[in-house]
Protein backbone atom coordinates (compact mmCIF):
# COMPACT_ATOMS: atom_id res chain seq x y z
CA UNK A 1 0.00 0.00 0.00
CA UNK A 2 1.35 3.34 -1.16
CA UNK A 3 0.54 6.93 0.08
CA UNK A 4 0.14 9.85 -1.86
CA UNK A 5 -1.28 13.55 -1.15
CA UNK A 6 -3.98 15.19 -1.66
CA UNK A 7 -1.97 18.07 -4.01
CA UNK A 8 -0.75 15.52 -6.23
CA UNK A 9 2.84 16.60 -5.53
CA UNK A 10 5.03 13.65 -3.95
CA UNK A 11 5.55 9.75 -5.28
CA UNK A 12 4.03 7.07 -3.36
CA UNK A 13 5.59 6.58 -0.35
CA UNK A 14 5.59 3.60 2.50
CA UNK A 15 3.65 3.79 5.83
CA UNK A 16 6.14 4.57 7.91
CA UNK A 17 7.64 7.33 5.39
CA UNK A 18 4.18 8.91 5.28
CA UNK A 19 4.01 8.86 9.15
CA UNK A 20 7.69 10.65 9.67
CA UNK A 21 6.56 13.09 7.20
CA UNK A 22 3.74 14.06 8.69
CA UNK A 23 2.55 17.06 6.49
CA UNK A 24 3.29 16.44 2.64
CA UNK A 25 5.85 17.99 1.66
CA UNK A 26 3.41 20.06 -1.03
CA UNK A 27 1.31 21.33 1.77
CA UNK A 28 -1.26 18.53 0.88
CA UNK A 29 -2.39 15.98 3.33
CA UNK A 30 -1.36 12.05 3.23
CA UNK A 31 -4.22 9.49 2.20
CA UNK A 32 -3.12 5.31 1.12
CA UNK A 33 -3.70 4.81 -2.31
CA UNK A 34 -7.00 2.93 -1.98
CA UNK A 35 -8.87 2.27 0.82
CA UNK A 36 -9.54 -1.58 1.76
CA UNK A 37 -12.95 -2.97 2.03
CA UNK A 38 -13.92 -5.38 4.19
CA UNK A 39 -15.58 -8.71 3.63
CA UNK A 40 -18.45 -9.53 5.46
CA UNK A 41 -16.89 -12.71 6.69
CA UNK A 42 -13.78 -10.87 7.66
CA UNK A 43 -16.13 -8.65 9.84
CA UNK A 44 -17.70 -11.99 11.15
CA UNK A 45 -13.99 -13.15 12.14
CA UNK A 46 -13.51 -9.64 14.15
CA UNK A 47 -16.52 -10.11 16.52
CA UNK A 48 -14.80 -11.82 19.08
CA UNK A 49 -11.90 -10.08 18.81
CA UNK A 50 -10.53 -7.47 22.05
CA UNK A 51 -10.32 -3.89 21.54
CA UNK A 52 -6.92 -4.34 20.83
CA UNK A 53 -6.66 -7.52 18.54
CA UNK A 54 -9.55 -5.62 16.29
CA UNK A 55 -7.28 -2.59 16.25
CA UNK A 56 -4.07 -4.55 15.08
CA UNK A 57 -6.22 -6.13 12.38
CA UNK A 58 -7.57 -2.89 11.10
CA UNK A 59 -3.94 -1.31 10.96
CA UNK A 60 -2.35 -4.10 9.48
CA UNK A 61 -4.71 -3.62 6.19
CA UNK A 62 -2.93 -0.01 5.86
CA UNK A 63 0.64 -0.56 6.86
CA UNK A 64 2.73 -2.53 4.91
CA UNK A 65 6.38 -2.09 6.12
CA UNK A 66 6.47 -2.74 10.29
CA UNK A 67 6.62 -6.71 10.59
CA UNK A 68 3.34 -8.27 12.17
CA UNK A 69 4.74 -9.21 15.32
CA UNK A 70 6.08 -5.65 16.16
CA UNK A 71 3.15 -4.09 14.70
CA UNK A 72 0.81 -6.29 17.25
CA UNK A 73 3.06 -5.30 20.06
CA UNK A 74 3.19 -1.51 19.49
CA UNK A 75 -0.49 -1.39 20.01
CA UNK A 76 -1.11 -3.90 22.71
CA UNK A 77 1.48 -1.26 24.57
CA UNK A 78 -0.57 1.50 23.68
CA UNK A 79 -3.86 1.00 24.55
CA UNK A 80 -2.51 -1.21 27.92
CA UNK A 81 -2.53 2.30 29.63
CA UNK A 82 -6.31 2.68 29.32
CA UNK A 83 -8.11 2.37 32.47
CA UNK A 84 -11.33 0.62 31.53
CA UNK A 85 -10.64 -3.43 30.74
CA UNK A 86 -12.88 -3.00 27.02
CA UNK A 87 -10.87 -0.07 26.37
CA UNK A 88 -13.79 1.46 24.66
CA UNK A 89 -17.10 0.67 26.34
CA UNK A 90 -20.37 1.94 25.04
CA UNK A 91 -23.13 2.68 27.64
CA UNK A 92 -27.03 3.03 26.77
CA UNK A 93 -27.86 6.24 27.89
CA UNK A 94 -31.76 7.07 27.49
CA UNK A 95 -32.10 5.90 23.91
CA UNK A 96 -28.77 6.92 22.27
CA UNK A 97 -25.81 5.15 22.93
CA UNK A 98 -22.48 6.80 24.55
CA UNK A 99 -18.88 5.11 22.92
CA UNK A 100 -16.93 6.32 25.87
CA UNK A 101 -13.23 7.09 24.05
CA UNK A 102 -11.86 9.18 27.02
CA UNK A 103 -10.39 6.14 29.23
CA UNK A 104 -6.28 6.58 28.41
CA UNK A 105 -4.01 8.37 30.56
CA UNK A 106 -5.27 12.27 29.87
CA UNK A 107 -9.02 11.79 29.98
CA UNK A 108 -9.77 12.55 26.19
CA UNK A 109 -10.15 10.86 23.02
CA UNK A 110 -6.42 11.95 21.48
CA UNK A 111 -5.11 9.62 23.77
CA UNK A 112 -6.36 7.15 21.14
CA UNK A 113 -4.11 8.24 18.81
CA UNK A 114 -1.53 9.60 20.26
CA UNK A 115 -0.41 6.53 22.62
CA UNK A 116 -0.04 4.67 19.30
CA UNK A 117 1.99 7.70 17.57
CA UNK A 118 4.25 8.52 20.57
CA UNK A 119 5.23 4.37 20.35
CA UNK A 120 4.90 4.28 16.58
CA UNK A 121 7.66 6.91 16.50
CA UNK A 122 9.74 5.58 19.10
CA UNK A 123 10.03 2.46 16.74
CA UNK A 124 10.81 4.45 13.44
CA UNK A 125 13.13 6.55 14.99
CA UNK A 126 14.92 4.03 16.74
CA UNK A 127 15.02 1.84 13.47
CA UNK A 128 16.40 4.87 11.39
CA UNK A 129 18.99 5.55 14.36
CA UNK A 130 17.60 9.01 14.59
CA UNK A 131 16.38 11.47 17.18
CA UNK A 132 13.39 13.80 17.03
CA UNK A 133 12.28 16.63 19.49
CA UNK A 134 8.34 17.75 19.31
CA UNK A 135 7.17 21.22 19.62
CA UNK A 136 3.77 22.12 20.14
CA UNK A 137 1.39 24.34 21.28
CA UNK A 138 -1.92 23.33 23.21
CA UNK A 139 -5.15 24.83 24.37
CA UNK A 140 -5.63 21.78 26.77
CA UNK A 141 -6.24 18.40 25.16
CA UNK A 142 -3.73 17.90 22.14
CA UNK A 143 -0.81 19.31 24.79
CA UNK A 144 -1.13 16.89 27.22
CA UNK A 145 -2.07 13.87 25.31
CA UNK A 146 0.69 14.23 23.32
CA UNK A 147 2.65 14.76 25.97
CA UNK A 148 1.34 11.34 27.67
CA UNK A 149 2.57 9.45 24.35
CA UNK A 150 5.71 10.82 24.49
CA UNK A 151 6.94 10.62 27.88
CA UNK A 152 9.72 8.31 29.14
CA UNK A 153 10.16 7.31 25.83
CA UNK A 154 13.74 6.98 23.88
CA UNK A 155 15.27 9.37 21.05
CA UNK A 156 12.52 11.92 21.85
CA UNK A 157 11.95 14.76 23.61
CA UNK A 158 8.68 17.11 23.52
CA UNK A 159 8.09 20.72 24.36
CA UNK A 160 4.58 22.00 24.91
CA UNK A 161 3.57 25.68 24.97
CA UNK A 162 0.73 26.55 27.12
CA UNK A 163 -0.75 29.89 27.46
CA UNK A 164 0.45 30.46 31.21
CA UNK A 165 -3.11 30.00 33.70
CA UNK A 166 -5.32 30.20 30.56
CA UNK A 167 -5.66 26.40 30.49
CA UNK A 168 -8.27 24.18 32.40
CA UNK A 169 -6.82 23.39 36.01
CA UNK A 170 -7.44 19.91 35.52
CA UNK A 171 -4.96 20.08 32.19
CA UNK A 172 -2.51 21.83 33.47
CA UNK A 173 -2.07 19.78 36.44
CA UNK A 174 -2.04 16.68 33.89
CA UNK A 175 0.73 18.30 31.89
CA UNK A 176 3.26 19.84 34.53
CA UNK A 177 3.18 16.67 36.92
CA UNK A 178 4.68 14.92 34.64
CA UNK A 179 8.28 13.84 35.65
CA UNK A 180 9.94 12.12 32.60
CA UNK A 181 13.26 14.19 31.89
CA UNK A 182 12.45 14.53 28.40
CA UNK A 183 8.81 16.38 28.97
CA UNK A 184 8.96 20.19 28.75
CA UNK A 185 5.94 22.20 29.83
CA UNK A 186 7.03 26.02 28.79
CA UNK A 187 3.62 28.41 30.19
CA UNK A 188 4.20 31.42 27.79
CA UNK A 189 3.19 34.95 28.80
CA UNK A 190 0.44 35.07 26.38
CA UNK A 191 -2.74 33.61 24.89
CA UNK A 192 -3.18 30.38 22.85
CA UNK A 193 -2.11 32.02 19.32
CA UNK A 194 0.58 33.54 20.78
CA UNK A 195 1.58 30.08 21.52
CA UNK A 196 0.97 29.12 18.11
CA UNK A 197 2.85 31.68 16.46
CA UNK A 198 5.96 31.13 18.21
CA UNK A 199 5.39 27.45 17.18
CA UNK A 200 4.69 28.44 13.67
CA UNK A 201 7.75 31.03 13.68
CA UNK A 202 10.26 28.60 14.65
CA UNK A 203 8.81 25.45 12.32
CA UNK A 204 9.70 28.29 9.58
CA UNK A 205 13.25 28.80 10.61
CA UNK A 206 14.25 25.51 8.55
CA UNK A 207 17.86 25.58 9.68
CA UNK A 208 17.00 25.45 13.23
CA UNK A 209 14.20 22.73 12.42
CA UNK A 210 16.90 20.79 10.73
CA UNK A 211 19.03 21.21 13.71
CA UNK A 212 17.00 19.82 15.91
CA UNK A 213 15.02 17.25 13.88
CA UNK A 214 11.92 19.07 14.81
CA UNK A 215 8.85 17.19 14.88
CA UNK A 216 5.04 17.65 15.49
CA UNK A 217 2.18 15.95 16.61
CA UNK A 218 -0.87 17.88 15.39
CA UNK A 219 -4.34 16.24 13.80
CA UNK A 220 -2.70 15.99 10.11
CA UNK A 221 -0.90 12.61 10.45
CA UNK A 222 -2.01 9.38 9.04
CA UNK A 223 -1.16 7.53 12.07
CA UNK A 224 -3.56 9.36 13.90
CA UNK A 225 -6.65 9.06 11.28
CA UNK A 226 -5.84 5.25 11.11
CA UNK A 227 -5.92 4.78 14.93
CA UNK A 228 -9.47 6.44 15.30
CA UNK A 229 -10.54 4.12 12.14
CA UNK A 230 -10.89 1.58 14.65
CA UNK A 231 -13.13 2.43 17.09
CA UNK A 232 -16.00 3.37 14.36
CA UNK A 233 -15.62 -0.29 13.47
CA UNK A 234 -15.50 -1.27 16.96
CA UNK A 235 -18.55 0.53 17.36
CA UNK A 236 -21.02 -0.83 14.85
CA UNK A 237 -19.62 -4.39 15.35
CA UNK A 238 -20.41 -3.65 19.14
CA UNK A 239 -24.28 -2.75 17.93
CA UNK A 240 -24.84 -5.51 15.14
CA UNK A 241 -23.69 -8.10 17.84
CA UNK A 242 -27.25 -7.09 19.19
CA UNK A 243 -29.03 -6.85 15.75
CA UNK A 244 -28.66 -3.65 14.45
CA UNK A 245 -28.59 -3.47 11.05
CA UNK A 246 -26.84 -0.06 10.22
CA UNK A 247 -25.95 2.43 12.72
CA UNK A 248 -24.93 6.27 12.90
CA UNK A 249 -22.54 8.21 14.96
CA UNK A 250 -22.48 11.71 16.21
CA UNK A 251 -19.29 13.78 16.23
CA UNK A 252 -18.27 16.69 18.02
CA UNK A 253 -15.91 17.82 15.63
CA UNK A 254 -12.99 20.84 15.55
CA UNK A 255 -10.65 19.89 13.25
CA UNK A 256 -12.23 16.92 11.16
CA UNK A 257 -10.16 14.56 12.11
CA UNK A 258 -11.96 12.58 14.27
CA UNK A 259 -15.06 12.91 11.66
CA UNK A 260 -12.69 11.70 8.75
CA UNK A 261 -11.68 8.60 10.44
CA UNK A 262 -15.62 7.87 10.54
CA UNK A 263 -15.96 8.38 6.62
CA UNK A 264 -12.29 5.92 6.03
CA UNK A 265 -14.47 3.49 8.37
CA UNK A 266 -17.44 3.87 6.44
CA UNK A 267 -15.63 2.77 3.11
CA UNK A 268 -14.18 -0.33 4.45
CA UNK A 269 -17.46 -1.27 6.17
CA UNK A 270 -19.76 -3.34 3.77
CA UNK A 271 -22.47 -0.80 2.15
CA UNK A 272 -25.22 0.63 4.49
CA UNK A 273 -23.46 -0.33 7.76
CA UNK A 274 -22.80 3.25 8.83
CA UNK A 275 -25.76 4.88 7.38
CA UNK A 276 -24.51 8.59 8.01
CA UNK A 277 -22.83 11.19 10.49
CA UNK A 278 -23.89 13.98 12.23
CA UNK A 279 -21.46 16.60 12.39
CA UNK A 280 -21.88 18.46 15.44
CA UNK A 281 -20.12 21.96 16.00
CA UNK A 282 -20.54 24.72 18.49
CA UNK A 283 -21.01 28.43 17.48
CA UNK A 284 -17.67 27.81 15.20
CA UNK A 285 -20.09 26.63 12.76
CA UNK A 286 -18.26 26.98 9.04
CA UNK A 287 -18.34 22.92 8.70
CA UNK A 288 -22.53 23.39 10.13
CA UNK A 289 -22.22 26.51 7.08
CA UNK A 290 -20.96 24.02 4.92
CA UNK A 291 -23.16 20.80 5.44
CA UNK A 292 -26.36 22.85 5.68
CA UNK A 293 -26.12 25.15 2.68
CA UNK A 294 -22.53 24.79 0.86
CA UNK A 295 -21.42 28.03 2.77
CA UNK A 296 -18.01 27.60 3.24
CA UNK A 297 -16.32 30.46 4.29
CA UNK A 298 -14.11 31.57 7.02
CA UNK A 299 -15.86 33.08 10.15
CA UNK A 300 -13.63 34.93 12.99
CA UNK A 301 -13.03 32.32 15.53
CA UNK A 302 -15.44 32.72 19.02
CA UNK A 303 -13.99 30.89 22.43
CA UNK A 304 -16.49 28.65 23.74
CA UNK A 305 -16.99 26.27 26.95
CA UNK A 306 -16.20 23.61 24.80
CA UNK A 307 -12.45 25.67 23.22
CA UNK A 308 -11.00 22.07 21.78
CA UNK A 309 -13.83 22.44 19.52
CA UNK A 310 -13.30 26.23 18.38
CA UNK A 311 -11.89 25.74 15.53
CA UNK A 312 -12.70 27.49 11.56
CA UNK A 313 -9.85 26.21 9.68
CA UNK A 314 -10.64 22.53 9.76
CA UNK A 315 -7.31 20.95 8.78
CA UNK A 316 -8.46 17.36 7.71
CA UNK A 317 -11.54 18.90 5.38
CA UNK A 318 -9.43 18.35 2.86
CA UNK A 319 -9.03 14.82 2.92
CA UNK A 320 -12.50 14.74 2.40
CA UNK A 321 -12.80 17.17 -0.28
CA UNK A 322 -10.18 14.80 -2.23
CA UNK A 323 -13.18 11.86 -1.91
CA UNK A 324 -15.58 14.61 -2.98
CA UNK A 325 -13.80 15.47 -6.16
CA UNK A 326 -13.63 11.88 -7.09
CA UNK A 327 -9.58 12.09 -6.10
CA UNK A 328 -8.85 14.61 -8.43
CA UNK A 329 -5.94 17.12 -6.74
CA UNK A 330 -5.95 19.01 -9.60
CA UNK A 331 -8.84 20.36 -8.69
CA UNK A 332 -7.86 20.23 -4.88
CA UNK A 333 -4.54 22.32 -5.17
CA UNK A 334 -7.00 24.63 -7.04
CA UNK A 335 -9.53 25.50 -4.68
CA UNK A 336 -7.01 25.71 -1.40
CA UNK A 337 -5.47 28.60 -3.59
CA UNK A 338 -8.79 29.77 -3.88
CA UNK A 339 -9.69 29.27 -0.88
CA UNK A 340 -6.29 31.43 0.50
CA UNK A 341 -6.95 34.33 -1.65
CA UNK A 342 -10.98 34.54 -1.11
CA UNK A 343 -11.42 32.72 2.26
CA UNK A 344 -14.21 30.83 0.92
CA UNK A 345 -14.90 27.89 -1.39
CA UNK A 346 -18.42 27.02 -3.74
CA UNK A 347 -19.75 23.54 -4.50
CA UNK A 348 -22.63 22.35 -6.88
CA UNK A 349 -25.78 21.43 -5.93
CA UNK A 350 -24.58 17.52 -7.20
CA UNK A 351 -21.49 17.92 -4.69
CA UNK A 352 -23.98 18.91 -1.88
CA UNK A 353 -26.41 16.10 -2.63
CA UNK A 354 -23.58 13.83 -1.69
CA UNK A 355 -22.44 15.70 1.26
CA UNK A 356 -26.25 15.15 2.41
CA UNK A 357 -25.62 11.30 1.53
CA UNK A 358 -22.69 11.32 4.61
CA UNK A 359 -23.41 13.94 6.59
CA UNK A 360 -26.51 15.95 8.95
CA UNK A 361 -25.17 18.65 10.71
CA UNK A 362 -25.99 21.07 13.59
CA UNK A 363 -24.70 24.04 15.82
CA UNK A 364 -25.39 23.91 18.89
CA UNK A 365 -24.77 27.02 21.33
CA UNK A 366 -23.43 27.17 24.86
CA UNK A 367 -26.72 27.52 26.14
CA UNK A 368 -28.07 24.68 24.47
CA UNK A 369 -24.90 22.59 26.19
CA UNK A 370 -25.58 23.10 29.46
CA UNK A 371 -29.16 22.44 28.85
CA UNK A 372 -27.93 18.90 27.50
CA UNK A 373 -25.92 17.69 30.07
CA UNK A 374 -28.54 19.48 32.23
CA UNK A 375 -31.53 17.10 31.14
CA UNK A 376 -29.50 13.84 30.41
CA UNK A 377 -28.66 13.71 33.78
CA UNK A 378 -32.38 14.35 35.67
CA UNK A 379 -33.06 11.32 32.94
CA UNK A 380 -30.73 9.10 33.35
CA UNK A 381 -28.07 10.29 36.16
CA UNK A 382 -25.08 9.96 33.64
CA UNK A 383 -22.85 12.85 33.58
CA UNK A 384 -21.31 14.20 29.99
CA UNK A 385 -18.65 16.42 29.46
CA UNK A 386 -19.53 19.79 27.51
CA UNK A 387 -18.10 18.41 24.21
CA UNK A 388 -19.70 15.18 24.42
CA UNK A 389 -22.70 17.12 24.74
CA UNK A 390 -22.88 19.20 21.42
CA UNK A 391 -22.05 16.25 19.90
CA UNK A 392 -25.48 13.93 21.64
CA UNK A 393 -27.95 17.22 21.34
CA UNK A 394 -27.28 17.45 17.59
CA UNK A 395 -27.49 13.58 17.28
CA UNK A 396 -30.39 13.01 19.33
CA UNK A 397 -31.92 16.27 16.94
CA UNK A 398 -31.21 14.52 13.52
CA UNK A 399 -31.20 10.84 14.20
CA UNK A 400 -33.39 8.69 12.08
CA UNK A 401 -34.02 5.31 12.47
CA UNK A 402 -31.14 3.65 13.16
CA UNK A 403 -29.16 3.31 16.40
CA UNK A 404 -27.70 6.61 17.06
CA UNK A 405 -23.62 6.25 18.69
CA UNK A 406 -22.67 9.04 20.50
CA UNK A 407 -18.98 9.99 20.86
CA UNK A 408 -17.88 10.99 24.02
CA UNK A 409 -14.57 12.73 23.87
CA UNK A 410 -13.53 14.02 27.11
CA UNK A 411 -14.19 12.83 30.40
CA UNK A 412 -16.77 15.35 32.97
CA UNK A 413 -13.93 16.46 35.36
CA UNK A 414 -12.19 18.07 33.10
CA UNK A 415 -14.47 21.37 32.89
CA UNK A 416 -16.05 20.55 36.20
CA UNK A 417 -17.60 24.21 36.48
CA UNK A 418 -19.92 23.93 33.91
CA UNK A 419 -20.93 20.40 34.89
CA UNK A 420 -21.56 21.82 38.32
CA UNK A 421 -23.55 24.65 36.53
CA UNK A 422 -25.60 22.23 34.69
CA UNK A 423 -26.59 19.57 37.15
CA UNK A 424 -25.51 20.64 40.63
CA UNK A 425 -23.02 17.85 41.21
CA UNK A 426 -19.42 17.92 40.81
CA UNK A 427 -18.14 14.87 38.62
CA UNK A 428 -15.68 12.80 40.58
CA UNK A 429 -12.30 12.45 39.20
CA UNK A 430 -10.91 9.30 38.53
CA UNK A 431 -8.14 7.91 40.86
CA UNK A 432 -5.66 8.39 37.92
CA UNK A 433 -6.11 12.23 38.13
CA UNK A 434 -6.72 12.61 42.59
CA UNK A 435 -3.18 11.05 42.17
CA UNK A 436 -1.87 14.25 40.71
CA UNK A 437 -3.20 16.37 43.13
CA UNK A 438 -0.39 17.63 44.93
CA UNK A 439 2.33 16.50 42.95
CA UNK A 440 5.74 18.81 42.39
CA UNK A 441 4.88 21.03 39.26
CA UNK A 442 7.44 20.89 36.39
CA UNK A 443 7.22 23.84 34.27
CA UNK A 444 9.22 26.91 32.83
CA UNK A 445 7.65 30.19 32.42
CA UNK A 446 9.19 32.45 29.72
CA UNK A 447 7.52 35.93 28.09
CA UNK A 448 6.04 35.87 24.74
CA UNK A 449 9.42 35.88 23.11
CA UNK A 450 10.44 33.62 20.01
CA UNK A 451 14.14 33.80 20.98
CA UNK A 452 13.71 32.90 24.59
CA UNK A 453 12.02 29.46 23.67
CA UNK A 454 14.53 28.86 21.00
CA UNK A 455 16.75 29.43 23.42
CA UNK A 456 15.23 26.75 25.94
CA UNK A 457 14.82 24.42 22.71
CA UNK A 458 18.52 24.91 21.90
CA UNK A 459 19.56 24.03 25.98
CA UNK A 460 17.53 20.94 26.41
CA UNK A 461 16.63 19.23 23.02
CA UNK A 462 17.78 15.34 22.53
C1 LIG B 1 -9.88 17.56 19.86
C2 LIG B 1 -11.22 17.40 20.48
C3 LIG B 1 -12.40 17.46 19.71
C4 LIG B 1 -12.40 17.74 18.22
O1 LIG B 1 -11.88 16.67 17.47
P1 LIG B 1 -11.43 16.90 15.93
O2 LIG B 1 -10.72 15.65 15.56
O3 LIG B 1 -10.52 18.11 15.97
O4 LIG B 1 -12.66 17.15 15.15
C5 LIG B 1 -13.61 17.25 20.36
N1 LIG B 1 -13.67 17.05 21.69
C6 LIG B 1 -12.56 16.99 22.46
C7 LIG B 1 -12.70 16.78 23.92
C8 LIG B 1 -11.29 17.16 21.89
O5 LIG B 1 -10.19 17.11 22.65
Known amino acids: ?51 PELAFEVMRLFVDDIPHDHLRALVERSYSTFQHPKVVP ?52 TGSA ?7 KKRMSIFILHPHRRVSPVQEMQMTTVEDPNVFNLAIEGTFDHCQEIVKTIFNDLEFKERFSLG ?52 M ?39 SMDIQIASNFERYLYYLWNQDPKKVREAF ?35 TI ?10 VDLHTAVGIKAGVDLRSSFPMICLATAHPCKFPEAVVKATGVEPQRPPAIKSLEGKKRR ?20
Open 146 to 152: AIYGVKG
Open 269 to 307: LPEGAINRFVLATNENDILYRFISRGDYSLGKVVPTISP
Open 90 to 141: LVKVGDVWVMELFHGPTLAFKDIALQFLGNLFEYLLDRRDTTMNILGATSGD
Open 216 to 267: AVNSINWARVLAQVVYYIWGYLRLSDDGAEAVEFTVPTGNFGNIFAGVVAKR
Open 374 to 383: GSIYRKTGYI
Open 337 to 371: EGFKATGKMSFSQEELKRVAEDFASMAVSQEETIE
Open 1 to 51: MGYISTRGGIEPVSFSDAVMMGLATDGGLILPQEIPKIEPSTLNRWRGLSY
Open 443 to 462: VTVLPYDVEKVKEFISAHAT
